[in-house]
């Protein structure tokens, strides 16, 4: 049968725009595949010259290029650099690794995540723990792509995993600062999970789980909350039934994150409470207490304020500024302090107004925070009354004075260690020490010996906070706290981080030659962590999924803006003991 000249036409017309589209695409793919290929190309040249420089630049270009030969291309890349480092070889140097890691967040398409995902899960963090970090950097971008079922399905693969702690608290924190609740139901199947190592040795597990829930669980959407109190409540009821006391700081984070997502004050072992709570929300859409509600469980009993901040835990560092400007004048007293309420850090979200709360319920937990606030107010003054005020003159007797009287203070059992940093940092304490009356007493008196000298290396005493562990003091050792077993572990629960100044110092310096870019005419190191903006970030990365709370006191003129970012960044308290000197 013969075409018509119209159909024949009409066919070579549609011939000729497929044509013209393969000749518009041709140059696109053309240009992708030549971006490849001459990134490849330097990066093959510079890796044989061990360039970090030139390696990251063509990471750069690799990332730009947009096909599936780069992704793939970088994706092994990263993949060989987790190898070496696996068989404790070096890996990429420089910052290839983390140029690495970003070149890969520019590759979106459902293809790309989907090889992506396979590929994080396959990182053995669980025997290179440092490899968690790089699954967080990687997992972030994926928790943030609402309507990706590829990033779900790796995020929620990563939850999943039966006996990894490191894949386990990656994938959380990245879910956590993503803020998205689509995660609710994955999240809380953790606490359902039949692990007891999670909440005995990987307690970083179940922090993480209510550190992410605080974030994502404040909505009404898709009954995060009333899921979340469910799946706490009878947890709590487990623990009860196995006769399980849960660990000072799971409590605190679990307390925490029931408060921001309830508004209730209540212990997280109270489940009769939680089961009432959870039952009257999902069935009539709010809380009405009456007569029948049951009774909350005390929360366990408050340890005394130390620099009139609340630790947590059982494990304290005490980091304490020995610097030479501690010499100087106290010039503020007791009546002062007082009118200065402590500044906790933002971390825990507040209870948002609840259109549908009962008038009478709200005034109650109104007052009731009221009532605790007050509380924690007055114990912390009343600790410091205790201080020899008319005899103390300086900053550092300050200092002195407080350490020696919170250490006394503590109770049987608990552990603590004395950090100091000037231009050196030391632990004057053989690692962690367990209180008792003698050890009580030896170390207070030790505190009140405590002379200051030289410079200022704040980031060195935070990092060397962060690095004890069970086995002790080593400078500059574990070089991963964030990560090692025994700093995960048997580290520290709290920090109480005190400093009169500013950063001057830091482990890497090697001379005061550097003029300070804050103004004034002395010189500090001319290391890479002495100013505030280069500290936080550094020590917020190695506290990423410890958790450890930070509490910080500044005495006179300091870096208050570093100090509230340190406190803020791990749920810590800010106490300003600031004047003009």
């Known amino acids: 049968m013969q075409m018509t000249s119209a159909r024949v036409g009409a066919r070579l017309l549609f011939l000729a725009v497929l044509a013209l589209v393969a000749a518009a695409f041709a140059p696109a793919i053309g240009t992708a595949q030549d971006a490849f290929k001459d990134a490849k190309k330097d990066f ?34 990263l993949e060989e650099d987790q190898k070496a480092r696996k068989n404790r070889k070096p890996g990429w140097p420089g910052d290839v690794r983390k140029k690495l890691i970003v070149a890969l ?104 789980v209510f550190a992410c829930l605080e974030s994502i669980a404040t909505t009404d959407t898709n009954d995060a909350a009333v899921k979340t109190v469910e799946a706490v409540s009878d947890l709590s009821l487990k623990w009860s039934n196995d006769k399980f006391e849960p660990d000072e700081r799971v409590r605190f984070f679990g307390g925490r994150m029931l408060r921001a997502i309830t508004g209730e004050n209540a212990d ?67 009546e002062e302090i007082e009118k200065r309420p402590p500044q906790k850090g933002p971390t825990t979200n507040d209870k948002k107004d609840d259109k549908n709360e009962d008038p009478e319920v709200k005034r109650q937990r109104e007052e009731e925070e009221k009532r605790i606030a007050e509380e924690e107010r007055k114990r912390g003054i009343d600790a410091l009354k205790k201080l020899p005020w008319k005899s103390i003159t300086t900053k550092m007797e300050l200092a002195r004075e407080e350490l020696a009287r919170a250490i006394e203070s503590l109770p049987d059992k608990f552990q603590f260690a004395i950090v100091t940093y000037s231009t050196e940092v030391d632990c004057k304490t053989p690692g962690f020490v367990t209180a008792d009356a003698g050890s009580r007493a030896k170390w207070a008196k030790a505190a009140r010996e405590l002379e200051p000298e030289a410079l200022t290396n704040i980031h060195g005493g935070l990092m060397a906070s962060l690095r004890l562990n069970k086995a002790g003091f080593k400078l500059g050792q574990p070089e991963q706290p964030s990560v090692d077993e025994d700093c995960v572990i048997n580290g520290a629960d709290t920090i109480i981080f005190l400093t009169d100044g ?14 300070d870019p804050r103004g004034g005419e002395g010189l500090i190191g001319d290391g890479t962590h002495i100013l505030g903006p280069d500290i936080w970030p550094s020590i917020a990365r190695h506290n990423l999924f410890r958790k450890v709370i930070i509490n910080c006191v500044g005495i006179g003129y300091h870096d208050a803006e570093c100090l509230r970012h340190l406190a803020r960044d791990s749920g810590g308290t800010y106490v300003d003991w600031g004047f003009k000197e």
């Open 105 to 208: 967040g520019n590759y979106t398409d459902d293809d790309s995540v989907a090889k992506l995902g396979a590929a994080i899960l396959k990182y053995d963090s669980l025997k290179e723990p440092a490899a968690a970090l790089d699954q967080y950097d990687l997992f972030y971008p994926l928790a943030g792509m609402d309507k990706s079922e590829a990033a779900t399905n790796a995020l929620i693969a990563a939850l999943g995993d039966a006996k990894n702690p490191y894949i386990k608290v990656a994938a959380l924190e990245a879910i956590r600062r993503n803020g998205n609740h689509r995660f609710v139901d994955a999240v809380c199947a953790i606490l359902r999970e039949d692990n007891k190592e999670w909440w005995s040795k990987w307690k970083i597990v179940p922090i993480n």
């Open 44 to 77: 093959e040249s510079a890796k044989k010259e061990n360039s970090a420089t030139k390696m990251g630049r063509a990471v750069d270009a690799l990332g730009a290029a947009g096909s599936a030969e780069a992704r793939d291309y970088l994706i092994g890349l």
């Open 502 to 515: 500013w950063g001057s110092w830091s482990d890497d310096s090697n001379s005061q030659t550097v003029k």
């Open 268 to 334: 997280i072992t109270s489940w009769q409470f939680w089961k009432w709570w959870a039952a009257q929300k999902r069935s009539v859409g709010k809380v009405v207490k009456g007569d029948k509600t049951p009774e909350k469980r005390s929360k366990t009993a408050p340890i005394p304020p130390i620099f009139n901040a609340p630790p947590v835990g059982t494990r304290f560092v005490f980091c304490i500024d020995v610097s030479l400007s501690m010499k100087m004048p106290l010039k503020i007293n007791l």
